[in-house]
T-cell receptor
């Protein structure tokens, strides 16, 4: 079983839709959670970062973490064609080591069509 | 100018050839990483380095080696390339003070025939 499982998609939605991207994890040591966005032929870039259960909002993006269920989500409101990209969840362990291993999900390809 | 650069951006080579991928950064970060990305498998860590004298294997280091020539430079070598090493390769950096925020280069698309 992989430590991090991400809905593979692909996901295709019309412009303006609400998008929900999800990951589950099995390692209770994960304490830091993030979402990276990767455009075609580019490297991933950090989109959202959180370390506590609950919601974190940044413009049209909301990151949600439920540590009790080991589940994280990214919501995109009023999706735009420019949001079309691959979205990767990433998780980091905390404590006990000077290196917080960053483990990624498989990525979800999102297409927002006009 | 990009903070993390990778060369080459694309490379086609043959089985058995030695290949070196290079990464340079101007972010002043101590930590550097090499990942490979395959469809459906996400990003997997090959090697990471906390500073010039500290190099560690990641989850898929077999068939790869690295060299940290300076704080700003981290190279990945494939000693004898094989077709299943065909993938996208990314270099990333992070600051000593942050264990989570990694900054990625644009990637190298490597094809081994």
């Amino acid at each position: 079983q992989k430590e991090v499982e991400q809905d593979p998609g692909p996901l295709s939605v019309p412009e303006g839709a609400i998008v929900s991207l999800n990951c589950t994890y099995s390692n209770s040591a994960f304490q830091y959670f993030m979402w990276y966005r990767q455009y075609s032929r580019k490297g991933p870039e950090l989109l959202m970062y959180t370390y506590s259960s609950g919601n974190k909002e940044d413009g049209r993006f909301t990151a949600q973490v439920d540590k009790s269920s080991k589940y994280i989500s990214l919501f995109i409101r009023d999706s735009q064609p420019s949001d079309s990209a691959t979205y990767l969840c990433g998780m980091v362990t905390a404590g006990g080591t000077s290196y917080g291993k960053l483990t990624f999900g498989q990525g979800t390809i999102l297409t927002v069509h006009p | 100018d990009a903070d993390v650069t990778q060369t080459p951006r694309n490379r086609i080579t043959k089985t058995g050839k030695r290949i070196m991928l290079e990464c340079s950064q101007t972010k002043g970060h101590d930590r550097m990483y090499w990942y490979r990305q395959d469809p459906g498998l996400g990003l997997r860590l090959i090697y990471y380095s906390f500073d010039v004298k500290d190099i560690n294997k990641g989850e898929i280091s077999d068939g790869y080696s690295v060299s940290r020539q300076a704080q700003a430079k981290f190279s990945l070598s494939l000693e004898s390339a094989i077709p299943n090493q065909t993938a996208l390769y990314f270099c990333a950096t992070s600051a000593r003070t942050s264990r989570s925020t990694q900054y990625f280069g644009p990637g190298t698309r490597l094809t081994v025939l």
